[in-house]
């Protein structure tokens, strides 16, 4: 994904908080320290507090905002609209 950021031009990123290596926070990182018009969108399962927590996190990163799975694709929609 990040190799895609770099060799691409993207106007929305859309990442998963928890995943194997990069984590989704990582991907933020680099992402808004490079590309800080970059647009991002994270998402995760969400459920517990921790991740409350990392939803913060992401938001404090750049992310325009946090959806917890099950996505409602209408929400999202909107919110990309909004985002445009």
């Known amino acids: ?16 908080l928890f995943m194997p ?12 320290s490079k590309y800080p018009e970059l647009k991002i969108i994270a998402v995760t399962a969400g459920g517990s507090s921790e991740v409350v927590d990392y939803c913060e996190l992401a938001k404090n990163l750049g992310a325009y905002d946090v959806f917890k799975k ?13 985002m445009f």
């Open 21 to 32: 290596e990069p984590s989704g926070i990582n991907i933020i990182m680099e992402a808004k």
């Open 70 to 82: 099950p996505l409602d694709h209408q929400e999202l929609l909107n919110t990309v609209r909004t």
């Open 1 to 16: 994904g990040l190799d895609l950021l770099h060799n691409s031009q993207i106007d929305l990123l859309i990442t998963d």
